[in-house]
């Protein structure tokens, strides 16, 4: 069997911790931002974990155990 290939679209989106948890960027901070408080920027600002329901399936796409 032939070893699987890292998406690149998926590794160039998520990092993995050093626990191996899966990082991600928040969406909604590139345009229209006018709008949106101070606030809601800086969070938006702010990397989070991926959700734990998508987490085994990303990890596969990384090729991340």
Do not use: E, N
Request: net charge positive; hydrophobic share 30%.
């Amino acid at each position: 069997m032939p070893k699987m290939k890292t998406k690149k679209a998926v590794s160039a989106r998520f990092k993995v911790t050093g626990t191996g948890k899966l990082v991600r960027r928040r969406p909604g901070c590139r345009h229209i931002l006018t709008k949106k408080s101070s606030k809601r920027k800086r969070k938006l600002h702010r990397p989070t974990l991926v959700d734990q329901g998508q987490v085994k399936m990303y990890a596969r796409l990384m090729g991340v155990g």
